[in-house]
């Protein structure tokens, strides 16, 4: 499976952003797909999960409220709208998928098989 990210780029705080995620195959019937970001020195951290089937969700605590993720199985796509960005919310942002159901280890990039490419996000303050 091959994922190619898109949507990143300058925008200033209080803005938003929407990224897309495509898949090369269908991802409906058992897929959970996940964005991540990586800011310079940082260590990737988990941001949002989406089962594809029943479209359940999984947020880490900084994107409740501003973020949402979103999908569109006959695309093959997964979407993150972010809003009320922020500085610190400036990071490679990358998607991921894999297989099974969230659970608390959604949140572990090592639950995930494939990873995207990477779209950068910077919030300018």
């Known amino acids: 499976v091959q994922l190619q990210a898109s949507g990143g780029g300058l925008v200033q705080a209080g803005g938003s952003l929407r990224l897309s995620c495509t898949a090369s195959?269908?991802?409906?019937?058992?897929?959970?797909m996940g964005w991540f970001r990586q800011a310079p020195g940082k260590e990737r951290d988990f941001v949002a999960a989406i089962r594809m089937t029943e479209s359940t969700t999984y947020y880490a605590d900084f994107a409740k409220g501003r973020f949402a993720i979103s999908r569109d199985n006959p695309k093959n796509t997964v979407y993150l709208q972010m809003n009320s960005l922020k500085s610190e919310d400036t990071a490679v942002y990358y998607c991921?998928?894999?297989?099974?159901?969230?659970?608390?280890?959604?949140?572990?990039?090592?639950?995930?098989?494939?990873w995207g490419q990477g779209t950068q996000v910077t919030v300018s303050s």
């Open positions: 195959e269908r991802t409906s019937g058992r897929f959970l």
């Open positions: 991921a998928a894999g297989y099974g159901i969230i659970t608390s280890a959604t949140r572990n990039a090592r639950s995930y098989a494939y």
